[in-house]
């Protein structure tokens, strides 16, 4: 259970308080922010919402200019010192998908697990639902707090963004939040921010990536051998899990001097999370849930095992992946004599 609103109030009075999302932060990240922003103005706290990486999907830049959303960037960040005081969103100080700023992080509200366990906040709202927007919007519906119109259809957008559609770890809580929030949202402008997914410049690039396409027993996997942003990689690997065949997707690109990831999971007992911390564990890091997850390698470890770095991408996670039992799998010693083992491969 979370603690009290009235807990987090009492310890931001009197500070400087910045409210971090994830760097590149996505629309969840955003309309949490956004969320917590307007509840604690409503108690007198000024706080400014801050970020590292752009906002770079058309699709996330609709909804921060509809509302007007302030979002500052580190860059453009002046007045931060060590005594400020950061609660963190959508995600947790330590990990490799936040900037660390000077402030003092003092409170984490997320959805994610956690990986790092890093145990001094002062407040700590960490939570299993669909979204981060579930449990901002959580706090209005159990005090009792006037919602705007924007931050309800914020929170509803990054509520259906980060659970595909509800089609991705939701929970109960998740299901009665959207029953809070749809009268009170515009649901026309979510329609309008969904429509935006993939941006016409995009195109080449998505027709591309889908040719390169390698799937092994359901795990797919696709190099994009061009630049793209964190965004895109992770609306390919959503995509490419909407084929078939495919119930686990491994999605990655070149990133300066590593390798950039994104990794989605539709099968139960294959959690996305675990198993990129687990098959990157040596090469680099990663984490996340247990159906969307995301990691980082050094080019160098991966080249120091072969040149060949797609086949060491993809034993890196067939070798984890096959330890585990799971719908539709075929373990590799035990396959029967009269089942021809093909690689998959689409074009
Ligand atoms: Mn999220």
């Known amino acids: 259970m979370s603690q009290k609103l009235s807990e987090l109030i009492d310890l931001l009075k009197g500070h400087r308080v910045y409210i971090q999302t994830h760097n590149f932060p996505d629309p969840d990240a955003i309309a949490s922010a956004y969320g917590l922003q307007v509840l604690l103005g409503k108690f007198k706290i000024k706080t400014v919402i801050c970020h590292h990486g ?56 997320d959805h994610h697990p956690v990986f790092c366990v890093v145990d001094d906040y002062k407040y700590r709202d960490i939570r299993m639902v669909g979204s981060c927007s579930t449990i901002i919007a ?82 797919a996997f696709a190099f994009l051998n061009f630049y793209c942003t964190d965004a895109f990689i992770a609306t390919i690997s959503d995509f490419i899990l909407n ?5 686990f997707s491994v999605v990655y690109t070149r990133r300066n001097d590593g390798f950039k990831f994104s990794v989605r999971s539709e099968i139960e007992e294959l959690n996305a999370g675990q198993i990129v911390s687990d098959a990157l564990k040596d090469v680099g890091s990663g984490g996340g849930h247990k159906s969307m997850a995301g990691g980082y390698a050094s ?5 120091d095992i072969s040149i060949d770095y797609n086949k060491v991408i993809q034993n890196l996670f067939l070798n984890i992946i096959d330890t585990i039992p799971h719908r539709g799998y075929t373990p590799r010693n035990e396959v029967p004599e009269d089942v021809e083992v093909k690689v998959e491969k689409v074009d």
């Open 54 to 109: 752009n906002i770079e999907r058309a699709m996330t830049a609709n909804m921060v200019s509809e509302f007007q959303i302030d979002m500052t960037a580190d860059s453009e960040l002046k007045y931060m010192t060590s005594e400020d005081y950061i609660i963190t969103v959508d995600s947790q100080k330590g990990n490799a998908n936040i900037l660390d700023l000077i402030g003092n992080e003092v409170a984490v509200i």
């Open 138 to 219: 959580d706090y209005y519906r159990q005090y009792k707090i006037d919602m705007p119109s924007s931050v309800a259809t914020a929170l509803l957008y990054g509520l259906k963004c980060d659970t595909r559609d509800f089609t991705r770890g939701v929970t109960q809580l998740d299901v009665d939040i959207y029953s809070y929030l749809f009268p009170k949202a515009d649901n026309r402008l979510i329609r309008h921010f969904q429509s935006g997914e993939i941006e016409y410049n995009e195109l080449n690039a998505f027709v591309d990536s889908m040719r390169n396409i390698e799937v092994y027993d359901g795990v």
């Open 243 to 247: 084929v078939d065949v495919v119930n």
């Open 299 to 303: 080019e160098s470890k991966i080249l």
